[in-house]
């Protein structure tokens, strides 16, 4: 009997994938190589694919900007206790839940709304404040959900370029808001780990709102607890003064629940409630939101996940730094590096030895996006990471 885990999508309809030898990884390989990065359906089957090779036993999985250690015991015994609630539908526990949000933001339980990860929360966005004629901004690169669903919706996308420090250009993107719906601002940002301080934030949505006074500025702060530069602090000031703005945060990162689907958004309750619109009336579970809730205020939890990211992060970019190679900031529980080759096919190599790395942006095709796992996952990423560097660096002497 064959599993839907036996295929893989692509552009060209359905490929049957052998995932269960490395005959049928080099074969999936030869596949991937030969398609051009792609957005829409292509794209989507490409990091399909991506993620099934990651899950190959053995692999460093340091892919997805996924936190490597998990949500810790506490935790995951909290679950446990809640298994006997988990033939009911959450309804009290949500409202707790958004209480403890609340009070650790000193916001009302009003200005908070919870989603499916905060990826549903971001969806509900783009159906709420963009249109045929209001079109998203979404820089490029950028975590690009927001972006593929307005194209899925029909809905005009503007993509400024980042700089040449890998920063959202602010000035390219007040210029692209002027009449857009919606603008997506990740903080720090996806994938170039790069973030804008507390000052440029406020001045950039002032522009907004003085040149675009009708457009919602959406601020991604996914990789907020990860963020080292001293200029930078939460937008959620902003968001509870402007009806303009909503700041989106997830259990997904420092959290460590990415496959348990919780996030919030933080805003004016009328700018929530347009977003609420589009949410699924139950989009949450008795058992995410009971192991969120143990989570949440753990500030000495949160501490030590912060701390061991930060020494297996400067790990693995010291290895590239001293090799020569540019990381220009790692504000995030990952960096890009220009590994200046094909980051496609860096990325085939490292997988070959047992190391799954980001996908390639096609805006940035030599730049490599390197998640943080544990300091024993990175020290044995970074063998491979030289040999893959070495080798290719012979192979072009060669020719």
Same mark, same amino acid.
């Given at each position: 009997?064959?599993?839907?885990?036996?295929?893989?999508?692509? *552009?060209?309809?359905?490929?049957? @994938?052998?995932?269960?030898?490395?005959?049928?990884?080099?074969?999936?390989?030869?596949?991937?190589?030969?398609?051009?990065?792609? *957005?829409?359906?292509?794209?989507?089957?490409?990091? !399909?694919?991506?993620?099934?090779?990651?899950?190959?036993?053995?692999?460093?999985?340091?892919?997805?900007?996924?936190?490597?250690?998990?949500?810790?015991?506490?935790?995951?015994?909290?679950?446990?206790?809640?298994?006997?609630?988990?033939?009911?539908?959450?309804?009290?526990?949500?409202?707790?839940?958004?209480?403890?949000?609340?009070?650790?933001?000193?916001?009302?339980?009003?200005?908070?709304?919870?989603?499916? *990860?905060?990826?549903?929360?971001?969806?509900?966005?783009?159906?709420?404040?963009?249109?045929?004629?209001?079109?998203?901004?979404?820089?490029?690169?950028?975590?690009?959900?927001?972006?593929?669903?307005?194209?899925?919706?029909?809905?005009?996308?503007?993509?400024?370029?980042?700089?040449?420090?890998?920063?959202?250009?602010? +000035?390219?993107?007040?210029?692209?808001?002027?009449?857009?719906?919606?603008?997506?601002?990740?903080?720090?940002?996806?994938?170039?780990?790069?973030?804008?301080?507390?000052? $440029?934030? @406020?001045?950039?949505?002032?522009?907004?709102? !003085?040149?675009?006074?009708?457009?919602?500025?959406?601020?991604?702060? &996914?990789?907020?607890?990860?963020?080292? $530069?001293?200029?930078?602090?939460?937008?959620?000031?902003?968001?509870?003064?402007?009806? =303009?703005?909503?700041? #989106?945060?997830?259990?997904?990162?420092?959290?460590?629940?990415?496959?348990?689907?919780?996030?919030?958004?933080?805003?004016?309750?009328?700018?929530?409630?347009?977003?609420? +619109?589009?949410?699924?009336?139950? +989009?949450?579970?008795?058992?995410?939101?009971?192991? &969120?809730? &143990?989570?949440?205020? $753990?500030?000495?939890?949160?501490?030590?996940?912060? !701390?061991?990211?930060?020494?297996? !992060? &400067?790990?693995?970019?010291?290895?590239?730094?001293?090799?020569?190679?540019?990381?220009?900031?790692?504000?995030?529980?990952?960096?890009?590096?220009?590994? =200046?080759?094909?980051?496609?096919?860096?990325?085939?190599?490292?997988?070959?030895?047992?190391?799954?790395?980001? =996908?390639?942006?096609?805006?940035?095709?030599?730049?490599?996006?390197?998640?943080?796992?544990?300091?024993?996952?990175?020290?044995?990423?970074?063998?491979?990471?030289?040999?893959?560097?070495?080798?290719?660096?012979? #192979?072009?002497?060669?020719?």
């Amino acid at each position: 009997m064959t599993s839907r885990r036996s295929f893989v999508a692509t *552009g060209a309809g359905l490929l049957t @994938a052998p995932l269960i030898n490395w005959r049928g990884h080099e074969a999936l390989f030869a596949q991937q190589s030969q398609q051009p990065a792609q *957005g829409g359906a292509a794209g989507q089957a490409d990091r !399909r694919a991506d993620r099934l090779l990651a899950e190959r036993p053995g692999m460093i999985r340091i892919d997805s900007n996924e936190n490597p250690n998990g949500p810790g015991k506490h935790v995951f015994d909290t679950i446990v206790s809640h298994l006997s609630s988990s033939n009911r539908y959450p309804v009290k526990i949500e409202d707790d839940l958004v209480a403890i949000i609340a009070k650790q933001h000193g916001v009302a339980p009003a200005n908070v709304q919870l989603g499916c *990860g905060s990826g549903e929360l971001l969806r509900a966005a783009v159906q709420a404040f963009t249109s045929p004629t209001k079109a998203l901004v979404s820089p490029e690169p950028t975590f690009e959900s927001p972006a593929n669903f307005a194209k899925f919706v029909g809905h005009p996308i503007v993509s400024p370029k980042v700089d040449s420090k890998l920063k959202l250009d602010l +000035n390219a993107m007040t210029d692209a808001a002027r009449g857009a719906g919606l603008v997506y601002f990740c903080n720090a940002n996806n994938p170039t780990a790069t973030v804008h301080g507390k000052s $440029d934030v @406020a001045m950039y949505v002032e522009q907004v709102n !003085r040149a675009s006074p009708e457009t919602t500025i959406l601020i991604d702060e &996914a990789y907020h607890e990860y963020v080292e $530069d001293p200029s930078y602090a939460s937008a959620i000031p902003l968001a509870m003064a402007n009806p =303009r703005v909503v700041v #989106t945060r997830t259990f997904s990162k420092v959290f460590g629940m990415a496959g348990l689907r919780l996030g919030y958004a933080i805003g004016q309750p009328d700018t929530l409630k347009r977003m609420s +619109n589009w949410l699924l009336g139950s +989009n949450t579970n008795q058992l995410v939101l009971a192991a &969120a809730a &143990a989570t949440v205020g $753990d500030k000495a939890h949160i501490a030590d996940e912060v !701390r061991k990211n930060k020494e297996a !992060r &400067a790990f693995a970019r010291k290895f590239f730094e001293t090799a020569g190679y540019t990381v220009h900031a790692a504000d995030a529980n990952f960096f890009m590096v220009d590994v =200046r080759r094909d980051a496609k096919a860096f990325k085939l190599e490292c997988v070959k030895h047992n190391v799954a790395i980001g =996908r390639q942006f096609p805006a940035l095709p030599n730049y490599a996006r390197i998640s943080v796992g544990t300091m024993a996952e990175m020290q044995k990423a970074v063998p491979a990471f030289r040999t893959v560097l070495a080798s290719n660096a012979s #192979t072009s002497q060669q020719r």
